[in-house]
């Protein structure tokens, strides 16, 4: 038989009971305010919905594959469904008959969200100058941080994503999504 130690040092969590343990946690504290808890949970649990339609969707592809593994930046839950996601990924060339349909995938996501806008055809038409192409998806929903490039390196969009939980760490204001309105609102 082997000699095992099965005996723990007194203070240890192991050797203590509930009422010991419950003891040692109350021997330090911790201050702190509940918006700077609520800052740092929402921007180390960002939950991305993509939406690219473009060279900027396969660039968003390996943002979030293994070399540079979005997830080290808690944006690791991909969603497909509006209602499951605070981050809308947009990636790629909009089109005028596209725009209704983000500006209700917009609408559907849950508060608090947020938009990155990726690449130069999201952000301002691109080389599209077209009846078509929308010139910018800040013309139709809020955008949050805009990431340039002609599709932007990957390194680039996770810079994006750090600025945005940067911004929401400080609770940094946003007057052009509080002031934002439906485009498309028949009222």
Known sequence: ??????????????????QSADDFSRSF??????????????????????????????ELMS???PRYDLARFGA?????????????????????KMAPILVRIYEQMLEPKYVLSMGACASSGGFYRAYHVLQGCDK????DVYVPGCPPTPEAVLDGVMSL????ST????????NWKNP????
């Open 1 to 18: 038989m082997s000699n095992m130690v099965t005996s723990s040092s007194p203070n240890s969590p192991q050797a203590l009971g509930t």
């Open 29 to 58: 504290a911790m201050t702190t305010r509940l918006d700077a808890i609520v800052a740092w949970g929402r921007k180390n649990s960002l939950w991305p919905l993509p939406y690219g339609t473009a060279c900027c969707g396969i």
């Open 63 to 65: 943002v979030m594959g």
């Open 140 to 143: 139709v929903i809020p955008v």
């Open 184 to 187: 498309y609102d028949k009222n």
């Open 171 to 178: 609770g940094q204001p946003r007057p052009w999504k509080d």
């Open 165 to 168: 939980q940067r911004m929401i």
């Open 76 to 96: 690791e839950v991909v969603r497909f469904s509006p209602r499951q996601a605070d981050l809308l990924l947009v990636a790629g060339t909009i089109t005028e």
